[in-house]
């Protein structure tokens, strides 16, 4: 508390307040005058509040101090947590209260002010919703809520340009050398009018030039508009080329499509689909919600100063310091039962990952795919906007995108292989590295039995000759499997072509009729489309405009019942305020003076009377104080001095008491030695 105290005097005592205190007579300030000082301070971050305190009612005064503390998001001590208890505190101006405002206040100055600032445009007036339904007070409404986000743009350019490192002294050169940069030209332009004035129909002149001019812009906007569609062009007939062969693809992947394929895909989606909603976007949502609080947390928190911002440092390195602690006594107790379900533990771990990662690469390609068929109908639109056609049909849509899934089926498979296979390796490379070290040992073992025995390098030749000699059966063995394969292959290919050409002889007879008859249902398919897509258009616009209709009769039927209910709700409350102004009115006029005291104009006029003799006789009270002060001060300064006079009196009778005690004392002891 006395380092709070010193740090609020010292900020006190110098710009802009200059008060002179020091603790003791900060300590000793009345309410009044330390509510005073508060009021002071929050002028100087809000010029609006610079008041006299005594000019306003107490009951004010708090509620303003209050607002303001509000805005500027001040959060009381844990034990003033009750606001009333805090209001109560403000209103006697108690020290628990006020000094950590103060405080508080005095540390965040700046930032306070460009608080202040920003409140006067950014905190939304609140109206009623019922005012709201007025079209006018709805509309202005809005665009008071349209000027608020101008202004935090604007405010945001504002202070990108102060931090940007533009000097004002640069600006200034600029606009001098853009200044004699004109007056040049100026110069320039006016000698060439002179020039020009002798010449017949300058006039003329300078107006055809000016259109050239404007020509050859239009020109070279006209030129490079034309680039640009080329561009445009050249890029649309690529995509048309690439859809056309995902088309033929698609076409010949949908002709080797059966029940079963499908149905193993729909199963792996709905797999798929499960994991995700069960396991990782709930997941997902988890953590956002966390992160949610975490910012909700810290946005409530009140402005970190330097002081904060070192503690939770401090705090951060001592949990890392208890976190290395912790792993080295971890890995100084080197469980075996932990070293066993290590592989397990990183292979489980490793899957997981890799499911997760997958599930996030699924996520992303269906995100694709959608954007992708999102830009397909556009196209789609487009296109049939144009040339009053389709590029391509919803059947052909369909085999598209059925191709597409079974190449990410088989694509999913692959990489699950992989993942297994890079699993398995881990697995092996680790085993192989414990092999190694076992191994090594045993080597190193066996060199010392061997330089034991005096046989050193017999393990080491034995080796080389066990190595050489297998190298040699495999390769014979390689030579004589290479020549047997590649004879049974020649047979076995001969055979098979020889089988599939009889077997395909007949079905491709077949196929050559068949292939007839699809172009014939194709051509009949096509037109009963056709004249099926026109119906259905024809109706569908017809549906669309009836639905517009009614849904536009049923606003307009919304906003009249909401404005019968607003109009009678508003006449129902002018015409209470009649009545109880009638009411007010009969009671003034009444000649029956207990009537009269019942009005409100004259319980109004009773209590602002009494308040103005209770401020008078407070104001004759502290003015008699004042007049006091001096004289009381002089007198209860006689009354320490004289206190200090008879202490020094007592301390003096003390030293005398005791002095002739101890005379007495030596005066007995020598009659006592004469005696002996």
Avoid at 143 to 155: A, I, M, S
Avoid at 314 to 338: C, G, H, S, T, V
Wanted: proline share 3%; hydrophobic share 35%.
């Amino acid at each position: 508390m006395s380092e709070q105290l010193k740090f609020i005097v010292e900020q006190l005592n110098k710009d802009p307040f200059k008060k002179n205190f020091n603790l003791i007579t900060f300590d000793s300030l009345e309410p009044m005058q330390l509510l005073q000082i508060l009021n002071d301070v929050l002028a100087e971050v809000d010029p609006k509040q610079a008041t006299d305190i005594r000019e306003e009612m107490p009951e004010q005064t708090v509620k303003r101090i209050f607002s303001l503390l509000g805005v500027l998001k001040y959060k009381p001590p844990a034990n003033l947590s009750d606001v009333s208890s805090f209001r109560q505190g403000l209103v006697t101006a108690s020290k628990p209260v006020v000094h950590p405002i103060l405080n508080w206040l005095l540390q965040r100055l700046p930032e306070l002010r460009k608080r202040a600032y920003l409140a006067q445009f950014l905190v939304k007036l609140e109206i009623p919703t019922d005012f709201l339904q007025d079209d006018i007070t709805n509309d202005t409404y809005h665009q008071y809520e349209e000027l608020v986000e101008e202004f935090k743009t604007y405010h945001k350019e504002c202070e990108q340009l102060r931090t940007s490192g533009l000097s004002t002294s640069e600006i200034r050169r600029d606009i001098s050398a853009m200044e004699e940069e004109k007056d040049q030209l100026i110069k320039r332009v006016e000698r060439l009018k002179k020039k020009v004035e002798p010449v017949s129909n300058h006039q003329r002149m300078l107006e055809q030039a000016r259109r050239l001019r404007v020509e050859k812009e239009r020109e070279e906007s006209l030129t490079h508009q034309k680039q640009e569609q080329k561009n445009q062009l050249f890029q649309a007939e690529q995509r048309l080329l690439r859809l056309q062969q995902q088309l033929k693809d698609l076409q010949q992947s949908a002709a080797d499509a059966n029940p079963e394929s499908l149905m193993k895909r729909l199963e792996e989606e709905i797999k798929i689909n499960s994991y995700m909603v069960t396991k990782k976007l709930p997941k997902e949502l988890e953590g956002m919600r966390r992160s949610v609080q975490y910012l909700q947390k810290v946005a409530s928190e009140p402005a970190m100063g330097q002081a904060d911002l070192q503690e939770l440092e401090n705090k951060i390195k001592e949990a890392d310091a208890q976190i290395n602690q912790l792993i080295e006594k971890r890995m100084m107790r080197n469980d075996p039962i932990d070293d066993k379900l290590t592989l397990y533990r990183q292979q489980a771990s490793i899957i997981a990952r890799k499911k997760e990662s997958k599930a996030e690469e699924l996520q992303e390609a269906r995100e694709e795919l959608a954007a992708a068929q999102r830009e397909m109908n556009q196209k789609n639109n487009q296109s049939q906007a144009s040339y009053g056609e389709e590029v391509i049909r919803g059947d052909e849509m369909k085999r598209l995108v059925l191709k597409l899934r079974s190449k990410g089926t088989v694509y999913k498979k692959k990489r699950q292989e992989i993942a297994e296979l890079r699993g398995e390796y881990g697995v092996l490379q680790r085993t192989e590295e414990i092999l190694k070290q076992k191994h090594k040992i045993i080597q190193q073992k066996l060199q010392t039995l061997e330089a034991e025995k005096g046989i050193s390098g017999y393990s080491d030749t034995q080796d080389e000759l066990e190595r050489v000699s297998a190298i040699k059966t495999e390769l014979d063995e390689k030579k004589g499997r290479t020549l047997d394969d590649m004879s049974e292959m020649v047979k076995k290919l001969n055979s098979t072509i020889a089988d599939k050409k009889t077997a395909l002889a007949p079905i491709i007879k077949e196929l050559r009729s068949l292939r007839q008859s699809r172009e014939e249902l194709n051509q009949e398919y096509e037109e009963k489309k056709a004249q099926y897509e026109s119906c259905a258009a024809g109706l569908e616009s017809n549906r669309s405009k009836l639905e517009q209709e009614v849904r536009e009769l049923r606003e307009e039927m919304a906003q009249k019942e909401n404005r019968y209910h607003f109009v009678n709700s508003m006449s129902e409350i002018i015409e209470m305020q009649m009545q109880r102004a009638a009411e007010e009115m009969k009671a003034y006029v009444s000649s029956d003076p207990q009537e009269r005291k019942k009005t409100i104009r004259e319980v109004y006029m009773k209590n602002i009377a009494e308040q103005e003799l209770l401020g008078k006789k407070l104001r004759e009270e502290q003015k008699m104080v004042r007049e006091s002060h001096g004289s009381n001060m002089e007198q209860m300064k006689l009354w320490r001095d004289l206190e200090q006079l008879m202490e020094c009196k007592r301390q003096c009778f003390i030293k005398a008491q005791n002095q002739v005690s101890i005379g007495h004392v030596i005066q007995e002891g020598g009659k006592d030695m004469l005696v002996l």
